[in-house]
């Protein structure tokens, strides 16, 4: 019986280095699928620049697929439906695809997808894209299994395809899709684009790499700004290893060590990239609950209700009017652009979960909708950790003013964001800092070092921490706490990571 091949692009948005792609052209005939889910844009991560950013990487995609012979649809509606009613179309005997760590609704809609597959006879095929293992075992030496999958040849791209004769509709625009305009401004969305950006950095963009990721000042240029092209896959991490890798030899060979140095710190921070996602891999409920329970029912948000005084807080943390500088700067910085370095970010979780005392089930969804990069797997990790709800971390409690202080001393990005700071149209402080953190460290080092939490602790570590990872060191020798909780065996996981950027 004849192959027919469909590729189903999910986050794979590219030619080069794409397993699916390149198996599909060995079958008789193939087509490529992309699906405008409504349980996507019906989620409480989606916003309109998501769709619009996907839409504008899905064009010049379709005409280089084209131009080698193979169609790729873009359908809306369920996934599960769209599959069912394409194969009375196009009678495909494989299903190719990447597979994806993505939030609850992906993972439910692969379930039924993979039931749907087996009851009809067709054989669903998946390859990995990142460093993400699927059914890990142990995380002992999981960065060994990150590197040799990060050191293997690439995919070579296929010359072409025995294409289906189908019928390709235009792509669908945000009005007819429903969906209301976004006002942000996004970056090119292309592969081609991608791979521009890529080596604009490795060429001499990263020199400054370890010196500008922490400023909102200077990160916004000095950053790789790759993040959003890895999160929907216009690149993939085993590219922009293999050529951070070559840059660094070539930059030593040539004698510039500033820009060995810079990249090299980039590069730590790929592993992490992955090691993050590996979490939501390993427990896909960490998008909803605590990985220590001990910490459930804290914070409004949480258990304890949602009342008047925790929303205010809430609305003023979301509209960048908490009465703190920084924290309004970067807001409205995020809110506007789409994009803000990762220190800034996890100053914005850390001061909504300490010093406004909010769970990050309220805020972790408002987040995910103003960044780009959004990445589940990144995301929700990190709203924990920066939280203090896995329980081994320490707790990196921002001061807003310290912040200011280090990373915008003249303050140029306040003034820039915050125009009314210094005026009488500036907001009061939502919350006295003062009480707000003697409240937020009570409740928090009494909770860990109670028999029950250092108990989970040990639980949580032996699934999730870097112990015996081999992970690298991302920044020079950490700062330590001020008080220990007695669970410091995964110190790594606190480092200030530039995942994001």
Known sequence: ?????????????????????????????AAGLFVIEPEWLASAEFDPQHLEFTLAAL??????????GLPLLVRSGSALQVLMQLRSEFAYTHL???EETGPGWSYTRDLAVAAWCRQAGVAWQ???????????????????QWLKRMDAAP?????????????????????????PPQPRPLPAASEAAANRVLAGFLAGGGRGYRRALSSPLTAEQGCSRLSAYLAFGQLSMRQVHQASELAIARARDAG????????????????????????LEDEPAIEFRNFARATDGLRPGDGPPVDA????????????????????????????????????????????????????????????????????????????????????NTLRIYSPARQAAEHDSEGRFVRRWVPEFGTAAYAAPVVDERSALKHAKDTMYGLRQTPEARAEADAVQARHGSRKAGLPSTAGKPRQPRKRTGLQAAAKDSLQLDLFT
């Open 309 to 392: 005084a925790a929303q205010d807080r809430l609305s003023a943390w979301c509209e960048g009017c908490t009465g703190y500088p920084m924290v309004d700067a970067c807001m409205r910085s995020l809110r506007a652009s789409g994009w803000l370095n990762f220190r800034m970010r996890a100053m914005l979780v850390s001061f909504a979960s300490y010093h406004l005392w909010l769970h990050w089930r309220l805020t972790g969804p408002f987040l995910a909708r103003q960044f780009l990069d959004f990445e589940p797997g990144i995301h929700w990790s990190q709203m924990q950790m920066q939280s203090g709800t896995t329980g081994i």
């Open 96 to 98: 190719f695809s990447h």
């Open 59 to 68: 064009a010049p995609l379709r005409e280089a697929l084209a131009a080698r």
């Open 126 to 144: 998946e390859w990995p894209q990142t460093g993400v293992v699927r059914r890990l075992r142990s995380r002992s030496g999981w960065s060994d």
């Open 155 to 179: 995919v070579p791209a296929a010359a072409g395809w025995p294409g289906a004769r189908l019928p390709m509709a235009a792509l669908p625009t945000l009005q007819e899709m429903g969906v």
């Open 256 to 279: 510039d060590t500033d820009l060995a140095y810079g990249l090299r710190g980039f590069t730590s921070r790929l592993r992490w990239h992955c090691h993050f996602m590996q979490k």
């Open 1 to 29: 019986m004849p192959a027919h091949a469909l590729v189903w692009f999910k986050r794979d948005l590219r030619l080069a280095d794409h397993a699916p792609l390149a198996a599909a052209a060995a079958s008789d005939m």
